[in-house]
């Protein structure tokens, strides 16, 4: 399908979902993953409350919605169960203050299948310097940083189920000092080729160039 053609269809059923408003029963998660082709580069905007106002192609393929299902709801319809909500809460702390959060998020499909992908959130904002929207870029995560993160988010989802957000936060601030590292850099940690944490944070050169390691652009 063409852009020019994506476009009109985007914008057609967009305007007939705001007249249905659907309410969409949440999929039952099943473990099996959806491999993502490694080209696709999946793209939304929301509104300032996280509703989604666009999706590219790629996104709507690879979460198997229609686009009359995604214009109009709220991002969380992808969030998997397996995401600790610590993730998101710091997601919003920085878009807030104007700044760019980058993640490894595990998504929820349609069908029940999952889905990883690396997000970079990009903050819109008008002349006034008045936040307008937020702009999600996605690629599919590398298995790594998978592997890696994975057992993190476990440990972070049960502690939030017996306690709560806060000694989850807690948790994953002393993961990170325990490692001598800060979020951004054991980030950029697992998307780099270095199997050694150390070795990349003295390497000072491999640092602070995500998007030209991984998206491709500067």
């Given at each position: 399908?063409?852009?020019?053609?994506?476009?009109?269809?985007?914008?057609?059923?967009?305007?007939?979902?705001?007249?249905?408003?659907?309410?969409?029963?949440?999929?039952?998660?099943?473990?099996?993953?959806?491999?993502?082709?490694?080209?696709?580069?999946?793209?939304?905007?929301?509104d300032?409350?996280?509703?989604?106002?666009y999706?590219?192609?790629?996104?709507?393929?690879?979460?198997?919605?229609?686009v009359?299902?995604?214009?109009?709801?709220?991002h969380?319809?992808?969030?998997?169960?397996?995401?600790?909500?610590?993730?998101?809460?710091?997601?919003?702390?920085?878009?807030k203050?104007?700044?760019?959060?980058?993640?490894?998020?595990?998504?929820?499909?349609?069908?029940?299948?999952?889905?990883?992908?690396?997000?970079?959130?990009?903050?819109?904002?008008?002349?006034?310097?008045?936040?307008?929207?937020?702009?999600?870029?996605?690629?599919?995560?590398p298995?790594?940083?998978?592997?890696?993160?994975?057992?993190?988010?476990?440990?972070?989802?049960?502690?939030?189920?017996?306690?709560?957000?806060?000694?989850?936060?807690?948790?994953?601030?002393?993961?990170?000092?325990?490692?001598?590292?800060?979020?951004?850099?054991?980030?950029?940690?697992?998307?780099?080729?270095?199997?050694?944490?150390?070795?990349?944070?003295?390497?000072?050169?491999?640092?602070?160039?995500?998007?030209?390691?991984?998206?491709?652009?500067?």
């Amino acid at each position: 399908m063409t852009t020019n053609n994506y476009q009109k269809k985007w914008d057609s059923q967009t305007r007939e979902n705001q007249k249905r408003k659907p309410k969409l029963p949440k999929p039952v998660p099943i473990d099996t993953e959806i491999k993502l082709n490694d080209n696709a580069i999946l793209l939304s905007i929301t509104d300032t409350r996280g509703v989604i106002e666009y999706c590219n192609e790629d996104f709507v393929n690879s979460c198997g919605y229609e686009v009359h299902e995604l214009a109009g709801s709220g991002h969380n319809i992808v969030r998997h169960p397996d995401m600790p909500k610590i993730i998101f809460k710091l997601m919003w702390q920085r878009l807030k203050e104007k700044r760019n959060m980058v993640a490894f998020v595990k998504n929820l499909a349609k069908s029940g299948r999952y889905y990883w992908v690396m997000t970079d959130f990009i903050v819109k904002e008008n002349e006034k310097g008045e936040v307008t929207h937020y702009k999600g870029i996605r690629k599919a995560a590398p298995k790594k940083a998978i592997n890696e993160i994975t057992p993190l988010y476990k440990k972070l989802l049960e502690i939030e189920g017996l306690k709560d957000v806060e000694a989850s936060e807690k948790f994953l601030t002393g993961f990170l000092d325990a490692k001598n590292t800060d979020y951004d850099t054991y980030v950029e940690y697992l998307i780099s080729d270095y199997n050694d944490l150390n070795m990349f944070i003295k390497d000072n050169t491999k640092k602070g160039s995500f998007f030209k390691r991984f998206f491709g652009v500067s």
